[in-house]
């Protein structure tokens, strides 16, 4: 666990997860292990950030694709949610930007409620994303419910999405 990124926001946010989930639960996902794929759960990450700022990443959707792991997740960092397809766990730092081209007009197509399209640099990682201002001024509390809303909107943007990509050839666990 990298404590420097482990704040109350990142805790009281995922705490509020695991109480109002009912369909499916959550569970931890480590950044640097083989991921195994289960729908039964939500997977979210050990504590992690990125130019100062912490972040929360929850996979919605493991998949396969073209015989390699996938996942569809939301993702909050500095006032912006993301929705992201990425390829999750230890696969990210080896993944490359080519092996989601097939995904990527999916998501410059639909994206839905999010106002920017952020394509692949040197991963295989594309966003949607937009920008909640203020949430990092509201109570741990408050942050938490406005994020789960959020995360909630995220959710039945997947369930769409992840028609597309089925059409494409994508199988979703």
């Known amino acids: 666990m990298n404590k420097k990124f482990d704040s109350s926001k990142r805790r009281a946010f995922i705490a509020y997860c695991?109480?109002?989930?009912?369909?499916?639960?959550?569970?931890?996902?480590?950044?640097?292990?083989?991921?195994?794929?289960?729908?039964?759960?939500?997977?979210?990450y050990v504590p992690f950030g990125s130019h100062g700022n912490f972040i929360i990443q929850i996979d919605i959707a493991d998949f396969k694709y073209k015989n390699k792991l996938f996942s569809l997740g939301f993702q909050y960092q500095n006032e912006s949610c993301k929705l992201n397809c990425l390829r999750p766990g230890s696969f990210y730092n080896t993944s490359v930007p080519d092996e989601i081209d097939d995904l990527i007009p999916i998501?410059?197509?639909?994206?839905?409620?999010?106002?920017?399209?952020?394509?692949?640099?040197t991963r295989a990682y594309i966003s949607m994303s937009k920008k909640v201002y203020f949430i990092g001024e509201l109570s741990d509390e408050d942050f938490s419910k406005k994020l789960f809303d959020e995360f909630k909107k995220a959710i039945e943007i997947t369930e769409k999405i992840k028609i597309e990509f089925e059409s494409i050839g994508c199988h979703f666990f």
């Open 18 to 44: 695991k109480k109002k989930l009912v369909k499916k639960g959550l569970r931890e996902r480590d950044l640097g292990s083989e991921p195994e794929p289960n729908s039964a759960f939500y997977h979210y």
């Open 107 to 121: 998501f410059k197509r639909d994206k839905y409620i999010y106002s920017r399209i952020n394509g692949p640099r």
